[in-house]
């Protein structure tokens, strides 16, 4: 069995230092960079995880929702410099809803 990447898509200055954790580093300035890179990453197989910054995240939500299907790559976001939009955890909301078939998160949330 092959041992598969981790890759890390975001803003230059949002990425740069995770160099020093061995990910494989794509650094986009705009969301169309993106939407032209991912889908290479997945099908090439030789990565297991995705991470993607969120603002970029947003930008290639179709990508995203097309390979949340696959087993692999799993995509994960990550806030960039200027926090967390939310992405991430609606997205995880979602997921864990479909799973459950209800929003766990609510009551603690105050969205009953």
Do not use: C, H, N, W
């Amino acid at each position: 069995m092959s041992t598969l990447k981790i890759g890390l898509i975001g803003e230059e200055g949002d990425i740069r230092a995770f160099r020093a954790l061995g990910l494989d580093l794509f650094p986009v300035a705009s969301p169309a960079e993106v939407a032209e890179i991912l889908p290479g990453l997945i099908k090439s197989k030789e990565y297991g995880i995705i991470l993607i910054t969120e603002a970029m995240g947003e930008a290639a939500r179709t990508i995203v929702e097309e390979a949340a299907g696959l087993p692999l790559p799993s995509l994960a976001f990550i806030p960039g410099s200027q926090g967390s939009r939310g992405f991430a955890r609606e997205r995880l909301r979602k997921i864990v809803e479909r799973a459950v078939g209800m929003d766990i998160f609510a009551e603690k949330e105050g969205r009953v």
